[in-house]
């Protein structure tokens, strides 16, 4: 968690550093112009907003698998096996990312058949992806590993679950960004949230890729030396 | 010295580059008043709901201090209803009245008005953002009706008692409980971000980050910090949300109750303790930065001075939220972790005592050489140095880790935490209200009331809360429901809580007349004009009084200098506003400073 | 102008009552002297700072209140004055952080030879334990504990079986030797808490926590807990009786051994 906190404050700390905190504000009138004027963020306030959430929902993810971590140092812990289904699902997701970059592509050439289609299969392919995930929580259950039988199958739920209600909202979104999309003639105004989704995915796909190396044990030694530093 | 070649002074400017918020436009009196995407309507109603659920918390003050001062004496008092009381209390005024009051009311009242923007940059989502704020309220008060009550786990909520038998509520009342935070750590996602990208792309032409009254710096960072502290609370939430309801086992060690085994097996109840304070020791940052961007502003305006050292104060904020995040074990002391984490930990804590003094001298500093209006924000604005002060000083004891052992969970830690946490803040947000109250209503608040308002709240909260730190000093422990016989408490200790009970009473009482002065002054009260304060900060410089929907009329103001020019030498009056143009009397000011 | 009287009035109010005050820590029965020490220590820095601030707080106010004509300075900072200003602050937090940090490592260090003492805790009562003539202490574990054996002691460990155990009565100490106390709790968190030792330590189910002390004046103290432990917190009290070595020895042969007490069980089901 300190290791994340460290890096969102070295952002925060570059962009103060721009920003001319040790101006004297009482000694300058007028409006700043030229070189000298602090810059402003030229993203768009949406953009902005989505990293920040981004941050914020990364923060959650960080503390869950830092609890992970405290917890699976317990002696109760036996680890567990992961479906196999597991893996199809990450692939299935790794498409739907591509999918929407795809469509974010063609949104900026002004391709709407292409856009819709793309979108369509990028949506398409998160709600398999969600049906996959819950196939595979049927099949640990089958498998005996009930949510309350070991903290190693309760943090699997745990995490498996919050990431897919993040791909769910994720759905929500894009299903807004489809609708405008229809109901407006122009595909520009739409630019802007086909791309923010299509971030939003890249993230989606970047958190299940560490929880799956986290849940299937690959990321143990990591998570090893977190500990020693801390201890 | 100074570099007055680099200052860059342009008289013709365009008004605006800042890109018009797209407004929604109100169809009808519903969408005008109560879904009403307008930040300041937000800002209302937030502040509205939140002094309604406190006034719930000040009663269960009341009960708490009657049971400590006249034990056995009340029927309706027993240890449940008793504990029951203190986590509401606790609960409600550290998340729902506090954080909601000073993020959600005065972040969302504020900040677009001193940044001169239109309103924040996702009103629908800010909207959104109070409607479950209210629902989070709403599950809260239903806890009070649910079979069992609401949970009596203390604020805290600590496992493995808060979900077991043997505390009150704990069948529904703590999962309601937990829902409740959930929910308003998800509304409160939803408007931090709004009000961070708000302070980072919605700012009028010429208005610097370091020309940002420190009001919008202390609230922006206190957002920073919550968005990144909350997700902590939401993790253990969630987690003994599924000890409680499914049999999981996070927190949940092997117990045996009653002789009887339980089916929870290997967890670490420190492990919720971490992620707790992890969220906990930012939360009073939350609190007391918007405390102190505020409190900043109220003594520059009424000592007509600017604040002293503006730039060590923005150091000073930034500061003392980057350590925020490195000091929450020191709640842990005693919890029997790590012993060595104890040294790191009370560095860094006592170290975050250095910007907060430097704020202090600040502020006073500011007062020295000033022109000095006793107006009623004033008078709170020195009580809360005043409390602030004495509460922070006695926190150097309980951060230093072994003066701590004795100390913690006795009334030493009671009387610490509710004078920096609880009567400081609260003694800014009345004068802020007193402050505020003209631009929010075009009306002054009755003078004669707030004096009274001030006056027994302010040596009230002191008599109450400054003897307390002597109970604990003796060893008197919190959270008991009554001392009893013991050989340690003497019979004069006794008497010393029926006055702080008798004193709590009055200073509840005396709220009322600030409840009565809010209704009656909104008809009756003096017409205020756009700038009773005569302040420079944008928010007084708007067409209309009270704003109107979009704020700025037609054009956005340009900013032109700093938020803080009282009493410019050679100036003809004691300040400028930061949108007026510089003059060539202005200019000879800076160059021949 | 009100204001400035008050202020004063609060800020030596606050000084005299300090000093006026019978509400004042317990007379100390451990060596951790230390302890108190360190807290002299800041109740003198912070109350020299406190009055200082109060009193220039209201100096400011009386002197340059507002009055017809009178015009504040212009003065956006002093660098060398808030330099200054933090480097005493540093000082003076540093004179604070020192002692308490070197006490601090007294108190996590346990001295060789300390006798070990256990205390268990649970909903709401106190319960002791002893090592018995070979001077250890035997495993532990919650899922033993059963009627005739309130502690979870391990039955098949050696060491366990002449341990001594005190449910419900008073504890005794000895004066004089370092103590390690053991803690364990078999339900929720509890906290250990004689104000007269001034140390204390939270109990917390699943682990066992410690902290030393020697007992150093003969007496009878409470027992009270410390950490919230539901609805009964304030009704689980116990005794501490310390006194001469020779007579807590007397008193500990007097108590049961684990061996004995769970032969007694046994002959009871029989």
């Given at each position: 968690m300190l290791a994340f906190l460290a890096v969102l404050a070295t952002i925060a700390a570059w962009w103060l550093s721009q920003?001319?905190?040790?101006?004297?504000?009482?000694l300058e009138e007028g409006v700043p112009v030229g070189p000298r004027a602090p810059r402003r963020i030229s993203t768009e306030p949406a953009k902005l907003g989505l990293g920040l959430f981004l941050a914020v929902a990364g923060a959650l993810f960080v503390l869950l698998i830092s609890g992970y971590f405290m917890r699976k140092g317990l002696p109760d812990w036996r680890p567990l096996p992961m479906p196999p289904l597991l893996f199809v699902t990450t692939g299935v997701l790794a498409a739907s990312s591509l999918l929407l970059r795809l469509a974010r592509r063609s949104a900026e050439r002004g391709a709407r058949e292409e856009t819709q289609l793309a979108l369509t299969a990028g949506a398409a392919t998160a709600i398999v992806f969600v049906a996959g995930q819950m196939a595979a929580w049927r099949q640990m259950l089958e498998g005996g590993?009930?949510?309350?039988?070991?903290p190693s199958n309760t943090f699997f739920y745990l995490l498996t679950g919050v990431h897919a209600l993040h791909v769910l909202g994720g759905l929500a979104a894009l299903a807004w960004t489809f609708a405008k999309m229809r109901e407006s003639d122009d595909l520009a105004s739409t630019r802007s949230p086909i791309g923010l989704c299509a971030l939003y995915w890249d993230f989606l796909l970047v958190v299940w890729l560490v929880l799956l190396a986290i849940l299937t044990g690959f990321a143990d030694g990591l998570g090893e030396i977190c500990g020693r530093l801390l201890s | 010295m100074v570099d007055v070649t680099a200052r860059t002074i342009e008289t013709?400017?365009?008004?605006?580059e800042v890109p018009d918020v797209e407004l929604y436009h109100p169809k009808s009196w519903l969408t005008t008043w109560?879904?009403?995407?307008d930040a300041k309507i937000i800002a209302i109603q937030y502040s509205m709901t939140a002094l309604t659920i406190g006034l719930v918390a000040l009663v269960a003050s009341w009960l708490i201090r009657l049971q400590l001062a006249?034990?056995?004496?009340?029927?309706?008092?027993?240890a449940a209803t008793y504990y029951q009381a203190v986590t509401v209390h606790g609960m409600i005024m550290v998340i729902y009245l506090l954080t909601a009051v000073f993020l959600g009311g005065f972040g969302n009242y504020l900040i677009p008005l001193m940044i001169g923007?239109?309103?924040?940059?996702f009103p629908y989502v800010n909207m959104l953002s109070y409607w479950i704020y209210l629902a989070a309220v709403l599950v809260l008060v239903a806890s009070f009706f649910a079979p069992g009550g609401?949970?009596?786990?203390?604020?805290?909520?600590?496992p493995p008692q808060a979900?077991?038998?043997?505390?009150?509520?704990?069948?529904?009342g703590i999962i309601l409980m937990l829902a409740s935070l959930i929910l308003f750590i998800i509304g409160f996602t939803m408007g931090g971000l709004n009000y961070v990208v708000t302070v980072l792309q919605g700012r009028?032409?010429?208005?610097t980050l370091m020309r940002m009254p420190l009001t919008v710096w202390g609230i922006f960072t206190a957002t920073v910090i919550a968005l990144l502290a909350f997700p902590a609370l939401f993790v253990g939430a969630v987690m003994m949300l599924l000890d409680r309801a499914?049999?999981?086992s996070f927190f949940m060690p092997a117990i045996i109750q009653a002789g009887e085994h339980l089916?929870?097996?290997?967890?670490?109840p420190i492990l919720f303790q971490h992620l707790f304070w992890f969220f906990g020791h930012p939360e009073v940052y939350i609190v007391a930065l918007p405390a102190f961007g505020m409190v900043s502003d109220l003594i520059s305006t009424h000592a007509r001075?600017?604040?002293?050292g503006y730039r060590m104060m923005v150091w000073a904020i930034i500061s003392i939220a980057v350590l925020s995040f490195v000091v929450w074990a020191h709640h842990m002391y005693?919890?029997?972790?790590?012993?060595?984490f104890g040294f790191f930990f009370a560095t860094t804590t006592l170290i975050i005592a250095v910007p907060t003094a430097l704020k202090v001298y600040n502020w006073v500093l500011t007062l020295w050489r000033g022109d000095i209006h006793l107006t009623v924000p004033m008078l709170f604005a020195i009580a809360f140095i005043v409390t602030f002060v004495n509460g922070g000083l006695t926190g150097l004891f309980l951060g230093n880790v072994v003066v701590d052992?004795?100390?913690?969970?006795?009334?030493f830690v009671v009387a610490h935490f509710h004078m920096v946490m609880g009567v400081a803040p609260i003694l800014v947000v009345f004068g802020a209200i007193y402050h505020w109250y003209p631009k929010i209503t075009g009306r002054m608040l009755n003078e004669v009331m707030g004096q009274v308002h001030f006056w027994i709240t302010f040596l009230g909260a002191y008599a109450i809360f400054f003897p307390m730190h002597y109970l604990g000093l003796l060893?008197?422990?919190?959270?008991?429901?009554e001392i009893g016989q013991?050989?340690?408490?003497?019979?004069?200790a006794e008497t010393l809580n029926i006055f702080i009970t008798v004193v709590a009473l009055v200073v509840g009482i005396a709220q009322l007349v600030f409840v009565f002065n809010l209704f009656w002054s909104l008809k009756k009260g003096r017409e205020s004009g756009p700038n009773p304060w005569r302040?420079?900060?944008?928010?007084?410089?708007?067409?209309e009084t009270p704003p109107g929907?979009?704020?700025?009329?037609k054009e956005l103001p340009v900013v032109y200098r700093w938020a803080y020019d009282y009493?410019?030498?050679?100036?003809?009056?004691?300040f400028i506003p930061q949108n007026e143009p510089p003059s060539a009397l202005n200019g000879a000011r800076a160059a021949g400073h | 102008m009100a204001v400035a009287v008050v202020l004063v009035l609060v800020a030596l109010g606050s000084v005299v009552f300090h000093m006026l005050s019978?509400?004042?820590?317990?007379?100390?029965?451990?060596?951790?002297?230390f302890i108190d020490n360190t807290i002299l220590i800041t109740f003198w820095i912070t109350g020299a700072v406190f009055v200082a601030v109060v009193l220039f707080t209201a100096y400011c106010i009386y002197t340059f209140?507002?009055?017809?004509?009178l015009r504040a300075d212009y003065e956006p900072e002093n660098q060398k004055l808030e330099t200054w200003l933090g480097l005493g602050t540093a000082l003076g937090v540093a004179a604070m952080l020192t002692p308490g940090l070197v006490v601090w490592y007294q108190f996590v260090t346990v001295p060789e030879g300390a006798a070990e003492i256990e205390v268990v805790g649970q909903q709401w009562s106190w319960a002791y334990r002893f090592p018995g003539p070979d001077g250890k202490l035997g495993t532990t574990d919650?899922?033993?504990?059963?009627p005739d054996n309130p502690l979870g002691l391990?039955?098949?460990?050696?060491?366990?079986?002449?341990d001594v155990i005190v449910d419900g009565g008073d504890l005794h100490l000895p004066r004089g030797g370092p103590i390690k106390v053991l803690l364990r709790s078999t339900d929720v968190l509890h906290d250990f808490y004689v104000p007269e030792f001034r140390a204390k330590m939270d109990m917390i189910p699943g682990t066992v926590t410690y902290f030393w002390l020697t007992p150093t004046r003969d007496g009878t103290f409470d027992i009270l807990c410390a950490?919230?432990?539901?609805?009964?917190h304030a009704n689980m009290r116990g005794t501490v009786v310390v006194e001469d070595a020779a007579k807590q020895k007397a008193w500990l042969s007097q108590q049961k051994s684990f061996a004995e007490l769970s032969a007694r069980g046994r002959t009871a089901a029989r």
């Open positions: 920003q001319g905190l040790a101006a004297k504000p009482w590993f009930g949510i309350a039988g070991n | 013709a400017v365009p008004p605006a109560v879904f009403s995407q006249f034990p056995n004496t009340f029927s309706f008092m027993d923007a239109r309103d924040m940059v609401p949970t009596g786990a203390g604020w805290t909520l600590y979900i077991l038998e043997g505390t009150p509520g704990y069948s529904a009028t032409r010429g208005m499914l049999g999981t089916k929870y097996n290997g967890g670490s001075k600017n604040i002293f005693v919890s029997g972790m790590y012993p060595a052992v004795p100390l913690s969970d006795t009334m060893g008197v422990p919190r959270r008991y429901f013991t050989s340690f408490v003497p019979p004069s302040a420079t900060s944008l928010e007084w410089q708007t067409p929907h979009g704020n700025w009329g009493s410019v030498p050679g100036a003809e009056q004691d | 019978p509400w004042w820590w317990t007379p100390i029965a451990s060596n951790w002297g209140r507002h009055r017809e004509g919650v899922r033993y504990i059963g391990n039955p098949s460990d050696p060491n366990g079986s002449d950490e919230y432990c539901g609805v009964g």
